[in-house]
């Protein structure tokens, strides 16, 4: 086999590899290596979920009395977020979890549904209950992002089943944060968004401080 060949199929083999990475693997990696030059310290509060966290860059600030990691990445789904947890979650023995997550998994395909999102919940809580049987966990409903209005009433499905099912298990909290985001005519508020009526400004974050820090362990 000549060189050029064996080059070449090098190439081949290096491109699949990098293609054959799953979805975020980017992102993960990028937290290991932030926790290998300063690894944050035990008994933290842990936020983990889709992109309304990870774009809360300066979360510590908005809770100065509380020791914050973040962990939350891209656009990520409940599936991403269960199949990382051995990544973003466990390392860090916190003393609380907070989790935003499920509005990507119902914008990623139309035949996801509510229930779908619940289930995919119920896996994730029960993965973190093996690991840490009382840990207080709290989850934050899926917001009326005005560029998913039509999927506004699968949101409030799933924010519903998720909200009867944490009703029934200890050390747990439901955020209701989707109503705190409407207008007095039912309608998201659009002045608390960015341009792209997905993610948030400093008005929604400084909206959700208010719901959540009420729900933090000192």
């Known amino acids: 086999m000549s060189r050029h060949i064996q080059l070449f199929l090098s190439f081949l083999f290096m491109f699949a590899a990098a293609n054959s990475q799953p979805p975020f693997y980017s992102d993960i990696q990028n937290f290991k290596k932030q926790d290998s030059t300063h690894f944050p ?10 992109s309304s966290f990870t774009k809360w860059t300066d979360i510590q600030d908005y809770f100065p009395r509380y020791p914050i990691i973040n962990r939350a990445f891209g656009g990520s789904t409940l599936e991403d977020v269960i199949r990382y947890s051995d990544d973003i979650i466990f390392p860090y023995h916190p003393k609380q979890i907070v989790i935003y997550c499920g509005e990507n998994d119902l914008a990623a395909s139309d035949t996801v549904t509510a229930q779908d999102v619940f289930s995919r919940f119920k896996k994730l809580f029960t993965t973190i209950r093996h690991h840490y049987p009382r840990i207080p966990v709290v989850y934050v409903s899926m917001k009326p992002s005005p560029s998913r209005k039509h999927l506004i009433s699968k949101f ?9 099912y944490l009703i029934t298990k200890q050390n747990t909290r439901f955020i209701d944060v989707f109503h705190k985001m409407l207008n007095s005519h039912g ?3 659009s002045n608390i968004f960015v341009e792209d009526s997905l993610h948030m400004n400093s008005k929604g974050y400084v909206m959700w401080q208010k719901a959540i820090a009420p729900y933090l362990i000192k």
Request: aromatic share 10%; proline share 9%.
């Open 187 to 189: 309608y998201p508020i």
């Open 156 to 164: 409030i499905t799933g924010n519903a089943l998720i909200k009867n």
């Open 41 to 50: 310290p035990a008994h933290a509060i842990l936020f983990i979920g889709s």
